[in-house]
């Protein structure tokens, strides 16, 4: 276990997995968003979670582990966030591959990211999984819809092109705080129809 910054009591935890599946930006932002909130962030990447990282961004994953409060390797199961008894305001992880969420479905974790989601569930705390596979067969609709039974919530990345975003930053960006909203994190980054959307649709003259 690795430690940034000395744990304060008053923030809330809040655990993110980075799994091997594509979308490994999801994860990293939602750690600059955690930090920008002022929420503790306890990260553990996946072996094929870490390639990832190399492969869709600039950055190593010895950097991204800098973003987070407390970092766990991947084979550490006598973490905190391994126990029940270690409080947290839930998990998120993004992305979520197909083997991650398999083992969570069904409860046979082989690593601290699977044992961790699979304790964020049994005591009812929110699990946020952002699965990143398409087309999707019969075989992972059951799963997911057996984790969504289980009271997981699946959230698959999927862009709001009425946000209308310039790049795939303001992509992320939307995703990452839809994910934070499910928490009842209220972050910037999210651009909100009726709010920061409508309005100018509204006051907009209508051409002719």
Not at 168 to 197: C, F, H, M, Q, T
Request: hydrophobic letters at 45%; charged letters at 20%.
């Amino acid at each position: 276990m690795v430690g940034k910054n000395s744990a304060k009591a008053q923030e809330p935890r809040l655990v993110v997995g980075i799994s091997g599946a594509s979308g490994a930006a999801f994860g990293i932002r939602l750690l600059e968003a955690c930090s920008e909130l002022g929420i503790e962030s306890h990260l553990v990447m996946s072996k094929p979670g870490e390639m990832t990282i190399g492969y869709e961004t600039a950055l190593t994953p010895r950097q991204v582990a800098a973003k987070a409060d407390r970092v766990y390797a991947i084979n550490d199961i006598a973490a905190p966030i391994a126990s029940g008894t270690y409080k947290t305001a839930g998990m998120v992880i993004a992305p979520c591959s197909v083997r991650t969420w398999s083992e969570i479905a069904t409860g046979v974790t082989t690593n601290l990211l699977t044992r961790a989601a699979d304790v964020t569930l049994k005591e009812r705390r929110p699990l946020i999984l952002m699965v990143r596979e398409t087309p999707l067969h019969v075989g992972h609709l059951r799963a997911l819809t057996q984790l969504a039974e289980m009271g997981a919530i699946i959230l698959p990345p999927v862009p709001a092109f009425y946000a209308e975003p310039h790049g795939l930053s303001d992509i992320v960006d939307n995703i990452a705080g839809k994910a934070l909203d499910l928490l009842g994190y209220d972050w910037p980054g999210v651009k909100r129809w009726g709010e920061d959307l409508a309005k100018g649709r509204r006051n907009a003259k209508p051409k002719r």
